[in-house]
C-alpha cells in the first residue's frame, strides 16, 4: 500500500516464508555445504556429498542441490510451525527450484550491469533489520547463530536481495508511464473541492498481512493460510506480531504490517473497497488482489484536506507503483523465456 507492496511497494521478488528471523529479512536463506574433511568420511558426509550435484543450468551458473535442500527446509519448517500444507515433496521442489531460477537470472543480469551495493548502505539495512526486531546488531547475531545462521550470511543474502532491486528498478521503470489524465481520472473519484481550492478525502490508518501466490504456494494454498492466519488473530494472536511474523509485504511486516494513513488511490481497488466497509478494529475476510491475499485492519479514520497539486502528485505516485508491480510480474516470465534453463531434476 502506500510506498510499499499495497501502496504498491515492493516491487521485488516476496521470497518463500521461512523461520521468525528468516521471515523478518524477507529472505530465503540458501546456505551452502561446507568442504568435507578427510576425517569426515561418516555416513551422513558421504549422503551429503551424493545428493550436492547440479539441479539446474540457468545460462552459464549453476543451482545445486544442496542449495535446493537448504531452500525447502525453510519451507518446510515454516510451513510446519504454522500448521500450513503443502504439495508432494516433488512439486514443491520444482516450485522452489522455479523461484531460485528467476532470482538467479536477476543476479546475473545485475553483475552483467556491473551493479554493485554501497557497503554503507548495506550496513544500515541490517541494522534497521536489527532494530525491527527491537535488538542490538550483537543480540540480532547472537539470535541468528541460535537460529543456525549467522550475521555474515544474512548480509550477503541481503546484497543479493538489494541487487535484485536494482535490476527490477531499471528493468521495470522505464516500462510504466502515467499520464495526467490517468491522474484526473482518480481524482474524479476521489471527494468534493472546497472553496478554499482544497480536496477533502477521507483517510483510513490500517495495517495489513498479505499472503502472495507464488511458485511455492499456489492459490487454494495461498487461501488456506490466510484462513488460518485470520483464525489465529480471531482467538487473539497479535496482529503486529503475526505480520511480522507471516506477512509478504516486505515493506510494512517489519513494523507489524501498518500503512499509516492511506488515501483513496493508494491502494489497489479491492483493497481500498474493503478498507471503506470494515469497521474500527475489525479484521477482514481474505480479500484477493493480484498480489495475493490480504488481512486488513482499520485502527482510524479521519477527513483531511489536502492541496491539489499534492494530491495529484501523490496519485501519480501510486500509479506508478502498481503498474510498475504489474509490469514486474510480466519481466520475470519474459527473462524466464529468454534464458537458457536446464532443469535436472
Not at 551422513?44 to 537448504?70: F, G, K, P, Y
Not at 532494530?131 to 547463530?145: G, P, T, V
Not at 501523490?314 to 514486474?328: D, G, H
Request: hydrophobic share 35%; proline share 2%; charged share 30%.
Amino acid at each position: 500500500m502506500k510506498k510499499g507492496y499495497m501502496n504498491k511497494r515492493n516491487p521485488s521478488m516476496c521470497c518463500t516464508r521461512v523461520t521468525m528471523l528468516g521471515r523478518v529479512l524477507g529472505l530465503a536463506l540458501c546456505l551452502g555445504i561446507a568442504p568435507l574433511s578427510l576425517q569426515a568420511q561418516d555416513f551422513q558426509s558421504t549422503e551429503r556429498r551424493v545428493l550436492d550435484r547440479i539441479v539446474a543450468v540457468v545460462n552459464d551458473s549453476a543451482i545445486m542441490q544442496s542449495e535446493l535442500d537448504d531452500r525447502l527446509q525453510q519451507v518446510l519448517r515454516q510451513a510446519e510451525g504454522q500448521g500450513g500444507s503443502l504439495p508432494s515433496r516433488s512439486a514443491l521442489q520444482e516450485q522452489v527450484l522455479d523461484r531460485m531460477v528467476v532470482e538467479e537470472i536477476q543476479l546475473q543480469k545485475a553483475r552483467e550491469a556491473n551493479l554493485s551495493v554501497d557497503e554503507t548502505e548495506l550496513n544500515q539495512q541490517v541494522r534497521r533489520i536489527a532494530e525491527s526486531n527491537r535488538m542490538s546488531l550483537d543480540e540480532f547475531a547472537d539470535a541468528l547463530e541460535a537460529d543456525g545462521s549467522s550475521l555474515a550470511d544474512v548480509r550477503e543474502d541481503i546484497r543479493r536481495e538489494m541487487l535484485i532491486r536494482q535490476v527490477q528498478q531499471r528493468q521495470v521503470g522505464g516500462r510504466v508511464s502515467i499520464t495526467e489524465r490517468d491522474v484526473d481520472r482518480v481524482l474524479e473519484q476521489q471527494g468534493a473541492v472546497s472553496d478554499s481550492g482544497q480536496t477533502v478525502v477521507e483517510e483510513h490508518r490500517a495495517r495489513h498481512i498479505l499472503v502472495e501466490v507464488t511458485p511455492t504456494q499456489d492459490e487454494e494454498q495461498a487461501l488456506a493460510l490466510a484462513q488460518q492466519i485470520r483464525q489465529r488473530l480471531s482467538q487473539g494472536a497479535s496482529f503486529s506480531g503475526v505480520a511480522q511474523e507471516v506477512s509478504d509485504d516486505q515493506g510494512s511486516a517489519p513494523n507489524g504490517g501498518e500503512l499509516g494513513w492511506v488515501r483513496p488511490g493508494q491502494t489497489v481497488p479491492a483493497f481500498e473497497e474493503t478498507m471503506r466497509e470494515l469497521s474500527l478494529n475489525q479484521v477482514s475476510e481474505p480479500v484477493r488482489s493480484q498480489f495475493g491475499y490480504h488481512l486488513i485492519e482499520v485502527l482510524e479514520r479521519r477527513s483531511q484536506d489536502v492541496s491539489r497539486e499534492a494530491q495529484r502528485e501523490q496519485v501519480r505516485q501510486a500509479l506508478f507503483q502498481r503498474r510498475a508491480n504489474e509490469e514486474l510480474e510480466n519481466w520475470h516470465q519474459e527473462i524466464r523465456s529468454q534464458a537458457f534453463v536446464d532443469i535436472r531434476l
